[in-house]
């Protein structure tokens, strides 16, 4: 089979149809190298400059100073929940959680390990249908550092504004709305972000850290959990996933291609829009999981009036061609994942069954 059909999962999800091409096209001998991307030396000029590359592209896009780090590391997000307490916790012993998701409740879980967690704000009594006001939030001035998730994949709700932590140290986990548009990263003392969403393919965590962050790490911690040794050995101290490294070189290259972030934020917008708006219009039919001024670009969770309509909705979109729709148990419903290589017609063409189901089915 090679015909493709509309990737609506969470992560791993949908890549750019120009890079899976490309890294076809050169999986078998890279050019210059005679050898496959999957062979070579993580220590070989090749791979030296494609990490280069990589970095040189992602601090450009998202207009990174040179008082960051980039790192490339495995374990995924989850592995950050305690890299990040572990490594940042220490000077202070607490710090700060704003709690909008099953992930954020995963952050707190691993940090709880390592110090005193305060939970600054939490919309749990309410189904996490929302992110918190800044009035709401219940920041300790004297915190180690305040930990939020800036998208919500399994709630479909987004942070719009970045939340204001005064000289608490920032730190955030943007594995599914990375890239998604230009954020101001010096608000910023730390990001991470599984790759799997939407910057390549899984085996990648993607993290950007402020220098003097990198000073708190004590040289007690386990070598592979401080974040000073792989720093200091550019990502390099063991073998990093080379394959997953190159695809995100080359989703940079397509983002820049497309005209950076700006430009892709404006699509994500568009597409965005699509969806919410024939949710809206459905006059009740379908109904919006998060509060409007909550709405995630990336995932745009939905409910039907009942269960079984739901699960008819998913099977017969499925059988057209339009997969991994069913929401997360926790929400249940469904979850349209369109993050950036997610096609604009693939949401224009969704929309269109979504609304001849709902004419068949009223
Ligand atoms: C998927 C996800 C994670 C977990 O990522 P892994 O790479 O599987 O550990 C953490 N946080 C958020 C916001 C996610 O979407």
Redesign the pocket.
């Known amino acids: 089979m090679t015909k493709r059909i509309y990737n609506f999962s ?2 791993p999800a949908v890549l750019p149809e120009e890079v899976l091409k490309e890294a076809q096209e050169n999986l078998f001998s890279l050019p210059g190298a005679g050898m496959s991307i999957l062979e070579i030396s993580h220590r070989s000029k090749t791979f030296d400059k494609i990490i280069a590359e990589a970095k040189a592209d992602l601090k450009s896009l998202l207009g990174i100073s040179n008082d960051y780090e980039l790192l490339f590391l495995q ?7 305690s890299m990040v307490p572990l490594n940042l916790m220490p000077p202070k012993n607490k710090a700060d959680y704003i709690v909008t ?1 099953s ?1 954020s409740k ?2 707190v879980k691993e940090a709880k390990r390592v110090g005193i967690v305060n939970i600054a704000a939490s919309t749990e009594g309410e189904n996490f249908k929302r992110i918190p006001k800044q009035e709401e939030l219940k920041l300790d001035p004297d915190a180690a550092y305040v930990h939020f ?6 709630y479909g709700t987004e942070w719009h504004k970045e939340l204001e932590a005064g000289n608490v140290p920032l730190v955030c ?4 709305d990375i890239l998604h548009k230009k954020i101001d990263i010096n608000k910023y003392a730390l990001i991470y972000a ?4 939407n910057m390549g393919p ?1 085996g990648v ?1 993607f993290i950007i850290i402020r220098k003097d962050m990198v000073e708190r790490s004590l040289d007690s911690l386990h070598t592979m959990l401080n974040y000073k040794t792989h720093v200091e050995n550019n990502s390099l101290y063991n073998t990093p996933t080379t394959f997953g490294i190159y695809i995100i070189s080359l989703v940079a290259k397509w983002i820049k291609k497309l005209g950076g972030l700006d430009a892709m934020y404006k699509i994500n917008k568009e597409k965005a829009d699509i969806l919410y708006k024939c949710i809206d219009d459905s006059g009740g039919y379908y109904k919006g999981h998060a509060e409007k001024d909550s709405r995630s670009l990336m995932n745009i969770t939905f409910n039907l009036t009942t269960e079984e309509l739901e699960k008819k909705l998913i099977s017969e979109a499925t059988a057209a061609g339009f997969d991994g729709l069913k929401g997360h148990r926790s929400v249940g419903g469904l979850r349209a994942s369109i993050y950036n290589a997610f096609p604009k017609k693939g949401v224009e063409d969704l929309v269109s069954f979504m609304k001849d189901f709902q004419k068949k089915n009223g």
Do not use: H, Y
């Open positions: 969470a992560g374990g995924g997000a989850s592995l950050q929940f998701g992930w995963k952050a998730t800036s998208n919500n994949t399994i986990d943007a594995s599914s599984g790759a799997q969403k899984s965590t």
